[in-house]
């Protein structure tokens, strides 16, 4: 055990369970297990290659490998080490690390908690390429032979397996986005397991995306002929129009590129004295006031007239 003991005295030595351990968590996953036991026992053989010299300091190992598994406290893979500690003492060391991995396989396959999967949902800007390497990376966590049980459609018949791989495939349907999980229901349901659903999802949002697409570009090419036509509904009768900064027909003042005109009646810019508003509210005011002396005028001219006569 003396070479064990300096190894740990660097970085590269013995890690415990928690380190391959999501914190919070009471129990390994799968995935945790399998890196757990996988790195120790290289370590452990790199410094050991011969089973004979592990097996001379096996109980070491044992006690060791104890240690390591103990925190989190009261965690299922320690009281399964425990047990098997227990139950077989004589054990080859080798053998009662493969024996404890496997019977841990077994606790997780058989408590798989399938409703811990309907919060897998996909991100609102997420492809589904991307939800699919996240759904796939976290079933491998949670459930031991993913890849040939409840991933891929299954060559035994077994109602059990076949009920799995079903409820798997829901969950996973279920946390599409909407307009996916619509058109994931157009393909027979004997046919479904996980890896065709998620491939028909590609495919399915591929479709969605073109789709949409050419929604927007028929969209954007009825606003482009709707804006032409206004434009050109809004030149009609403009060549009867005079402009009142330059004088010219055919176009608005708002329009006009020539400078600004200044009027030489109220001296402002922007129009010709033609188009003054001042100028036109100052002759109606004296034709008004003229009106009625010419009215007198007329009177009297009359009844002269008529005296006379």
Known sequence: MDKLDQKNLGPNGTKSLT????????????????????????????LYPEVEEREAIREELKDHFEILLFHPIGNSLYSCFRKWRTVSPKCPFDFLLKAVETEYDIYVRNNFNLHSMKDWKQGVDEPVREYNKRYRERLAELYPDFENMPYRRANEKSERTNSLRMEVVRNYIAGLKDELIYMMSVFNSSDKCLETVMI????????????????????????????LSSSVDSHKGKDKLECHN?????????ECNERLAECKFCTKRGHLIQFCYRRRSSLIGISKSDTPRKFVALVLARNCHVIDC
């Open 19 to 46: 380190f391959f351990m999501d914190s919070g968590d009471r129990d390994p996953t799968a995935l945790a297990v399998e890196s757990f036991f996988r790195i120790n026992l290289a370590i452990i053989k790199s």
């Open 200 to 227: 028909n999802a590609e495919s399915y949002e591929n479709e969605w995306i073109e789709m949409k697409e050419r929604i927007k570009e028929e969209e954007n090419k009825r606003e482009y002929y709707r804006h």
């Open 246 to 254: 330059c004088g010219k027909y055919g176009h608005f003042k708002r």
